[in-house]
């Protein structure tokens, strides 16, 4: 009897630490993926370019085709690659002619990236509408002019047809339309992972090291940047130029006000190499580095494994995506260029 | 009654043509995919190597993986793309840091590559498994040496997992056996087209136009080269350096016997450029090209367009492909090198 009550008074102080720390996260502005399609929906949305299946499945051929590049040979999924963690695993991005990032920039993850309140590392997007349209375009990337994209999805009836059914018989296939369908593809694009459903009440689905990971990542003041939905997303103070260890890389400085965009920590543990430059490969290094240069202390080794513990809990599910098969090019498709 | 008579009479001749054309077809070596599961792996499963579910299901995850590549970025479906015919769709191969083929070579398909005799354009390997070695080492290609790519597989513990469950828990995950891995997916690559049914009995799947095409196609010779289930596959006289269109592109010269492997038939319409070097960008100059430099004849306007209608009704199904989720990179994988 005496031990019955001493484990259900455990498990009361177990059940009140628990949604304690819930509450906790709560008050640090840490925010689960809804767990019903509809407040996702809700969530994921962009009224200016609304989801619909067509568009979807229209978009997700279009993130894979490489035929949106000049050399025919990049795709969106080259740099963001879905079965990667939705990047590429090296420290600059690659494109057109193996050519590195100018700033050395490391390609973000596009998973979750919906939850951003910008795109890109200086946050010149406001949503990934927008955000596509730059590596399309951009030289040292896919290095394709609006031109001849809008032509080759164009000399392409299968992509015409599927145009039409996702917009309507009249649509004009834009540059910006392809970039909106592929942006609604990318708004599918998130990770539920087993810290939403503890967030969600669901107490049992951390284990006791990565809640005290938890509280840790709390205390220190990591959640002053990473959090939200994202655990990252908005635009932050960063002195990269000043004080930042790999500062002699590239010359990145953020936008004008040398704010930068905070990435999303969500499987995380699948994104290495770290940071704008890509220059440190490990979660541990990348929690000690954080609080040094963003929040003025020290981690110690323990603290940062326990953090990193924690960090690998935001690993979540990805959306089951069938390989598309593409609709072939036509005598009248322009030629890829590798030059 | 007399048009009943008259109908049920075409009726029987049109039949009569079909029976003769499929016997036509056979007797020229053509050769359906078979229709049942069991004759299908009878004829794709390699008793050296063979089949299970385990082993495709890691082969394909192998097959996307870019981390067997020296730069971390170029996978076997990057010059052999699943989305787009099982090739790259540019003239030569490019590869690790956006080098072409030395010798100005085209990507063949994947797509029902375990029907050919030899693989490679000179035939240098025997089977997929041998063949998959190569691309993975070949230093345009994704320029990996052996020890690297073992190195990167046995450090990611999700990886050795599946290795044991494919082959048992003592494996040895060798290079080789990657390899092999890898061939044992490819040899689920197969599209069963509507020219399958055709010659295995249901003989309105092609149409009448398809026919004429099919006729021909056998009347002119094309079927002396483009036989068995490949229409293509097996290695064959081919004086590149003579008389061909674009002799002057690349050094290629086929095997020592001036031999060169036929490219399969299956999926043209979705494989541009042609030809080993891919200078030929339609069917139909393709075909009069043939026509001139392997039969000796000139093929018309009329001929050559009713054949590329037949090559048409050779695009067949692909097999659904969930795009796999890749297991993790850890600190002791070795690092991409874009260099």
Redesign the interface.
């Known amino acids: 009897m005496k031990k019955t009550i001493l484990l259900a008074s455990i498990f009361t102080l177990g059940a009140m630490a628990n949604s304690s720390l819930i509450k906790q996260a709560q008050d640090a502005g840490l925010q689960a993926i809804p767990s019903t399609e509809q407040a996702i929906l809700k969530l994921v949305d962009n009224p200016k370019n609304p989801m619909s299946e067509n568009k979807i499945e229209l978009g997700k051929k279009l993130y ?4 949106l590049s000049k ?3 990049i795709s969106c999924n ?1 740099c963001h ?5 939705g990047v ?3 420290e600059a991005a ?1 494109g057109h ?2 050519t ?1 990032n100018p700033h050395h920039l490391n390609s973000p993850t596009v998973y979750n990236s919906v939850f951003n309140t910008k795109q890109f590392w200086d946050g010149r997007s406001p949503d990934l509408e927008d955000q596509a349209q730059g590596p399309i375009q951009a030289e040292p990337e896919m290095a394709a002019p609006k031109a001849l994209v809008t032509g080759r999805i164009n000399s392409i009836p299968a992509y015409v047809e599927e145009f039409r059914n996702a917009y309507g018989k009249d649509v004009n296939i834009s540059f910006e339309k392809i970039a909106d369908t592929i942006a609604t593809f990318e708004r599918t694009l998130i990770t539920f992972s087993r810290y939403d459903k503890f967030l969600l009440g669901d107490t049992k689905q951390l284990t006791s090291s990565e809640k005290e990971g938890l509280k840790l990542f709390i205390a220190k003041g990591c959640t002053s940047c990473h959090n939200g939905v994202a655990l990252g997303g908005s635009m932050q103070v960063f002195d990269a130029g000043k004080k930042y260890k790999y500062k002699e890389v590239g010359d990145f400085k953020g936008d004008k006000n040398g704010m930068v965009k905070v990435p999303t920590l969500r499987n995380i ?2 994104t ?1 190499p770290y940071f704008h430059n890509g220059k440190i ?2 979660l541990k290094e990348a929690v000690q580095e954080m609080g040094t240069t963003q929040l003025g202390m020290k981690i110690s080794d323990e603290d940062a494994n326990k953090i990193v513990t924690f960090l690998k809990s935001l690993t979540g599910k ?1 959306p ?7 609709p ?2 036509t ?1 009248k498709t322009a ?2 260029d ?1 030059n």
Chains 1, 2 share one sequence.
């Open positions: 894979f085709d490489p035929r050399s025919g040979l080259t690659n879905l079965a990667l963690g590429d695993g090296v690659i002619n193996w590195a543990e699948e290495a490969w490990t990805k089951n995506i069938s390989y598309p098969v593409l072939a090019s005598e030629k890829p590798v």
